[in-house]
Structures are given as C-alpha cells and as structure tokens.
C-alpha cells in the first residue's frame, strides 16, 4: 500500500486525496514522521490549495496528543479559511475532547458569527451550554454564586434554541425543536420538553414524525407515564419506514419489560423476528431479555438460532461466549475459538478472549496467535501459565477492529491495574480512548453517569 501511494505522490505531488491517504496510512503504520515528512511538502503551496490536507494534520497531531501543536493548526485554518464550517466543528470537537469547553465554546460561537446557516455548529453549541450547565450543577458546590452560574448556563441554553431558530434551515427547525426537548428532559423541565416535542411535530417533515413520537415515548417512559408512552410508540410504528420498523419494535419491547408485562415483551420480539429477519438487532434483544430474566437456557438457545441467521455478526458471537460462562471457562473458549473462525475481525469477540484470560487469576488460555490472525486454520488454545501480554494483544485486536467498543477499553483499564497496581500509567490508553471515542458497550454505557459524559471523565468513573 506504502508503495502504490509513494508512486501516485511521485507523480502527483501535491494530490490531496493521496497526500490524506498516505498521512492515514503512516499513521496506522506508526511512522508519525513519514507523516510529517509529507506534511512538510506544502511549506510551497498557497493556503487555498492546501487547507484540506492542513487540517488532516491537525487532526494527526490531536491524536497524537500533541495538543499544543494541533491548537495552533487549527487556529492558522480558522483565520485563513473562515468560510468553511467542518473546520469549526473539528476544532471544537478536538477542545471538548481536551475538556477545555470555554474554549470549544469560543470557538464554535466564532464558527456561527462566520457560518450563521451551518447546521452541526448549532447542535455543537447546544451540546457544550448543556455540558457546561450540567457541570455545574454536578459540582456539589450549593453557593448563591455557582447557583447564578448555572441559571444563567441554562438561560444561555435556551437562547441558543431561538438563534438556532433564527439561522438555521427550515428543513432542520424540527430538530431544533427535537433536541431541545430532550435538554429540557435532562434538565427535569418536563413541562417545557413537552412543550419542544410539540414544536418538533408542527415543523417536522412526514417521513421523519416517527423520530419524534419515539423521542417522546422515551421521555414520557422516563416520567413513568407508561401508558402516554406506549400510545407514542403505537403513532410510531404507524408512520415508521419499513426499513426502520425494527427500531420502534425494540422500543415496544423494552417498554412492556420496563412495565413488568414479560411475555408481552417477548412477544413482541417474536414478531420482529418475522417482520425484519434481516435485522440482527432484534435477535440480540431477544437474548439479552432472556439473560436479564434470568432465564440462561433460553437465552442460549435464542443466541443458537440468531447465529444460524446472522452467523457474520460478532456482537451475536460474543453474547454467546458470555452465556457460555455458566458451563465454564472450556465451553467459553470453544465458542471463542469457533466465533474467531467465523468474525475475525469482531473487536467484541477479541475482548471476550481477553475477559476469559483476565477472568482466572492462575490459567492463560494461550495460543500465540499471531498478527497474521486470518490464516487457516487457527491454532488450538491450551492452559498454559498466567501471561498478561496474551490479554494485552487480544485487547489491541480488539481495539483495532472495532474501535467504538466501549467495553475493550474497560478490559485494558483492568489489565494495566492488574499488571501495574493503582499507579499504573494509563495516559496511553486514555488517548487511544479519546480517539476511538466508543459510544457502546455494556461497561461502557455502566460507567458513563451522564449522556454528555466525555470519554476522560467515563474513564475516571
């Protein structure tokens, strides 16, 4: 790959598509210099020519942890190219990252003074008044001066809804409307939530109203009206796409196992399995209902036939090597060993293999898999003496693979403090996360206290 990119930049110089592709490339590779090395190539080119491939560098040097270095990148973009809003949207997306919100703040108020009708700046701002309105009310801190503060975050929050209104494209005032209503519930302003859905309806495009009574199913099931929910999801499932169907299904599921009504719960599943088959999503609900009744036969027998449907799926592979734990670490690994045969690439299943290694504080389930994992066909896993760098490397696949998996990065906080103790050094792995930014994942979701949560603050937890 290295040498068909340095053929098409001998040829092509100053090619922004390649020059991107082989920055990418280097950075997989680990060779951060050769990156910069072909950085450097532009010092001769005019910024109108080069801002796109300027700004991947930025971006190489944010995930590099650079920060300082990254910041003044893109504080160049943004006084050289105004005009173009991802710029805006990627450098604040960097300070939030950093948890440096005044900043990304600025930022983004100085993108929609440039860029008034650019869209993803507007939920930017609304997302970062709220984090910093949920801060400060989280703080502990009871003074009549942090109390001011927090009315006025969320009088900020609010404003920001009418200029949004005011600015934005009529084809996006529904969604306006939608994510104020569920700041609003966040807030435990019910009332005034209530009040935004109503609005979202009003503005809302036909195709898209489905996406408002199931906002606002969730917010009344929050509220415990149940009843008021469930009519919201009957609309729902009326005006829903076929296509999205199985999503609202779900959602009607999970209702009647909230309100106690199991089997009604499971019924429901049933008939999503006919109407979206396709849908793996559906069969993965029905197993995990079981697990959560506690019903573990069941479950496993659900995740069998899921896997004779949806065998390619790895989520489906790792919730069966999870069930497989009731019959011991034996059965685990003959699943795990079959699953790598079937999704290799399943970042899910890698991390099962490193919980059932991290698991058994005296046995490694070993093999010595190499780096060339795809070959056929695998090698047997056998006991062997405890060896966390088996863990290690199973975790780094799984990282690889399937980066916004959560969970993986749960597993190698829990390998560095087996390793290392509580003063492990975690600084790395805590870039690898704020890269990835993972947004699933059962620990994942655990330790995640608040929805704006940011990736540090989810690791802290």
């Given at each position: ?25 280097e950075e997989r590779m680990g060779n951060l210099a050769a990156a910069r090395s072909l950085l450097s190539r532009l010092r001769t080119q005019t910024i109108d020519k080069a801002w796109r491939t300027i700004m991947e560098g930025g971006l190489l040097e944010a995930r590099a942890g650079n920060i300082q270095v990254a910041r003044k990148v893109f504080k160049y973009l943004i006084k050289n190219v105004p005009w173009y809003g991802p710029i805006y949207q990627e ?353 994942w979701l655990h330790s995640k206290c608040h929805p704006l949560d940011s990736t540090r603050q989810v690791l802290r937890n």
């Amino acid at each position: 790959c290295r040498s068909i990119l340095a053929m098409g930049l001998k040829y092509c110089p100053y090619n922004e598509s390649l020059m991107v592709k082989g920055i990418k490339h280097e950075e997989r590779m680990g060779n951060l210099a050769a990156a910069r090395s072909l950085l450097s190539r532009l010092r001769t080119q005019t910024i109108d020519k080069a801002w796109r491939t300027i700004m991947e560098g930025g971006l190489l040097e944010a995930r590099a942890g650079n920060i300082q270095v990254a910041r003044k990148v893109f504080k160049y973009l943004i006084k050289n190219v105004p005009w173009y809003g991802p710029i805006y949207q990627e450098a604040y997306r960097f300070e939030e990252k950093c948890e440096e919100y005044e900043r990304a703040i600025a930022i983004v108020e100085k993108g929609l003074k440039e860029n008034p009708r650019y869209g993803p700046l507007w939920f930017s701002a609304l997302r970062l008044y709220e984090k910093t309105a949920s801060t400060a009310v989280n703080n502990g801190d009871n003074s009549s001066e942090n109390l001011a503060n927090q009315q006025h975050l969320q009088q900020q929050t609010r404003l920001t809804v009418e200029r949004a209104k005011a600015a934005i494209s009529r084809e996006l005032t529904w969604k306006i409307y939608f994510e104020a209503a569920q700041i609003e519930e966040r807030a435990g302003n019910l009332a005034l939530s209530r009040a935004a859905y109503v609005k979202s309806v009003e503005h809302c495009p036909e195709n898209l109203l489905w996406k408002v009574w199931l906002g606002g199913s969730r917010t009344e099931l929050n509220a415990d009206n149940i009843d008021i929910a469930r009519k919201l999801l009957g609309r729902s499932l009326q005006e829903v796409p076929a296509k999205m169907r199985a999503m609202v299904l779900l959602e009607c599921s999970r209702l009647e196992e909230y309100a106690g009504n199991i089997d009604k719960a499971r019924g429901i599943l049933e008939r999503a399995r006919h109407e979206t088959r396709h849908e793996w999503k559906v069969f993965l609900e029905t197993v995990l209902l079981e697990m959560r009744a506690n019903n573990i036969e069941a479950a496993i027998s659900e995740a069998k036939q899921a896997l004779k449907i949806h065998r390619g799926t790895g989520r489906l592979w790792a919730v069966r090597i999870q069930l497989k734990q009731t019959l011991g670490q034996k059965a685990q690994l003959k699943v795990f060993q079959r699953a790598l045969r079937e999704v290799p690439k399943s970042g899910e299943v890698w991390c099962e293999g490193a919980r059932i290694v991290l698991s058994n504080p005296t046995l490694l389930y070993q093999s010595s898999i190499p780096t060339t994992v795809f070959a056929s066909p695998l090698p047997i896993l056998q006991p062997l003496q405890l060896n966390l760098h088996e863990a290690r490397q199973f975790l780094d696949f799984a990282i690889q693979f399937t980066p916004q998996y959560g969970d993986s990065f749960i597993e190698y906080l829990r390998l560095e403090l087996m390793e290392n103790g509580p003063d492990a050094d975690t600084s790395r792995l805590e870039q690898l996360c704020v890269n990835a930014d993972p947004n699933y994942g059962t620990m994942w979701l655990h330790s995640k206290c608040h929805p704006l949560d940011s990736t540090r603050q989810v690791l802290r937890n």
